[in-house]
């Protein structure tokens, strides 16, 4: 176990992860088998382009997380064990942050469905359990600001707009947006290998922020596994016939 800070991340779905990839190879063979039923040609990395290009609509667009928060039953399955293992672990010294590219609307959503915590101290709900809450990240570009301290910017969850002020000293409960990870090491004194970063994309979570940051990072594999099954879905197979 680590002496140092603990970090969960929920990051914007990109071609790297697996769902993407099973979703490419799902689309090269639906047009793979229109070329020996109608003679189209095609181009596997066309369709490969495409499929990033509608992912990366779908994820600016807003329209994925929208229909995510209408149906959260069926996308978000809860933890009711995390908060205790949490709050066991902040009883035994751990620190945690959470570092996210979703807005915090959607973050609030699904992390209240997520973590159904009965009994909060300051009434925050979810944003207990940490002691730094980053929104709107900017991930993998967030770690690749090296020797160059972009301010947070607290989110005011009233008005839905972020201040103009940076912030230099983050506090607990409160929501900030954007910001660095040179920034996150300046105001609160984590530094690389004392952080244990949990994460769900290779690029915008692992990857990066080992390289940069000499991080220790870690992997949810049931996501992966989720993806791939998902994959091969009959749900998903009607979609692409």
């Known amino acids: 176990m680590y002496t140092g800070m603990f ?3 929920t990051a914007s779905l990109r071609l790297t992860s697996n769902a993407s990839i099973c979703f490419s190879v799902n689309a090269i063979f639906y047009v793979a088998c229109r070329k020996l039923k109608y003679g189209e040609e095609y181009r596997p990395s066309s369709v490969v382009d495409d499929v990033y290009s509608a992912v990366e609509s779908v994820h600016m667009s807003g329209a994925l997380h929208t229909a995510i928060v ?9 933890a009711p064990h995390l908060p205790d293992l949490l709050a066991r672990l ?6 945690f942050f959470l570092c ?20 909060c101290p300051t009434g925050h709900g979810w944003r207990d359990l940490f002691d730094l809450v980053i929104c709107s990240a900017n991930k993998p570009s967030f770690y690749t600001h090296c020797g160059e301290s972009l301010p947070f910017r ?7 707009s972020a201040s103009t002020c940076p912030v230099t000293h983050p506090t607990a409960g409160k929501i900030y947006v954007h910001g660095s990870a040179q920034t996150l090491s300046d105001c609160t004194g984590w530094h690389g290998k004392d952080i244990l970063y949990l994460g769900d994309n290779l690029q915008s979570d692992l990857q990066e922020a080992r390289r940069w940051h000499g991080w220790h990072t870690g992997v949810h594999i049931n996501i992966y596994t989720c993806s791939c099954d998902g994959s091969h879905s009959p749900r998903t197979t009607i979609a692409i016939k």
């Open 100 to 119: 996210t590219n979703s807005g915090f609307d959607y973050s609030n959503r699904t992390l209240s469905h997520l973590l159904d915590i009965s009994y």
């Open 70 to 78: 209408q149906d959260l039953p069926r996308y978000v399955a809860p």
């Open 154 to 160: 607290e989110w005011n969850v009233t008005t839905n």
């Open 7 to 9: 970090a969960c991340a």
């Open 90 to 95: 902040s009883n035994a010294g751990k620190r």
